[in-house]
């Protein structure tokens, strides 16, 4: 059973709409990470949010923190095809610095 | 800047055969480094946690015998895959990260295939 649970696993979408992902958890973080990978590629950290309720934007991508430290959302807006990749969610519970990792969802932006 | 190297980036080894693993952080100094390793269309699963100058703390599950983990430096660590079976091909991708920060800087993977 993972920490983080990560929906929807798959998402295709068309150049220009948008979409979100969402990363859910029972537990309380003490930050939360969004990374994207592409194939055969570590992953890209895009994002830190650390304060509960904290948003934060990235051109066309909006992160969000919930005001209890469980869950994040990853919202991006009039998606590229360049958006095309795996995008993880990552949350920090404790002072030893590991990284919980959710399943990833699978963005395709279809051109 | 907080870029992480890693060396090589594939390799084929025959079974039975010993695989090192570098991961170096270029333009900072990393107080610990994690090890994970990742299959086909799964996510990161980690597997170990390297400070520097102290042994390596393993998940469980992981052979601390089989996968030998050393923090030599503030920029380097490696990670040694012993006797490697062909269960053992997998993505390797290490990450480091500076005193007082929550961020994590992933290295580009290691691809190990194991004949």
């Known amino acids: 059973t993972q920490l983080l649970e990560q929906s929807p696993q798959f998402l295709s979408i068309q150049e220009g709409e948008n979409l979100t992902v969402y990363c859910n958890s029972s537990?309380?973080?003490?930050?939360l990470q969004w990374y994207r990978q592409e194939p055969g590629e570590g992953p890209v950290l895009l994002v830190t949010?650390?304060?509960?309720?904290e948003v934060k934007k990235l051109k066309r991508l909006t992160f969000q923190f919930g005001d209890a430290r469980k869950d994040s959302s990853l919202h991006i807006t009039a998606a590229q095809p360049g958006d095309t990749g795996l995008y993880l969610c990552?949350?920090?519970?404790?002072?030893?610095?590991?990284?919980?990792f959710g399943a990833g969802t699978t963005v395709t932006v279809r051109a | 800047g907080a870029v992480v190297s890693q060396h090589p980036s594939w390799v084929i080894c025959k079974s039975g055969t010993s695989v090192k693993i570098e991961c170096r952080s270029l333009?900072?100094?990393?107080?610990?480094m994690f090890w994970y390793r990742q299959f086909p269309k799964q996510s990161l699963m980690l597997m170990a946690t390297?400070?520097?100058?102290?042994?390596?703390?393993?998940e469980q599950g992981v052979e601390k015998d089989k996968f030998l983990i050393n923090h030599a430096s503030l920029t380097l660590s490696t990670l040694t895959v012993t006797s490697a079976h062909p269960e053992d091909s997998s993505f390797y991708i290490c990450?480091?990260?500076?005193?007082?920060?929550?961020?994590?800087?992933f290295g580009p993977g290691t691809r190990l295939t194991v004949t």
């Open positions: 390297s400070n520097e100058g102290s042994k390596a703390t393993y």
């Open positions: 990450s480091a990260r500076w005193s007082n920060r929550y961020e994590q800087y």
């Open positions: 333009d900072f100094q990393a107080t610990t």
């Open positions: 949010v650390v304060t509960g309720g």
């Open positions: 990552a949350g920090e519970r404790g002072d030893d610095y590991k990284l919980s």
């Open positions: 537990s309380v973080f003490s930050s």
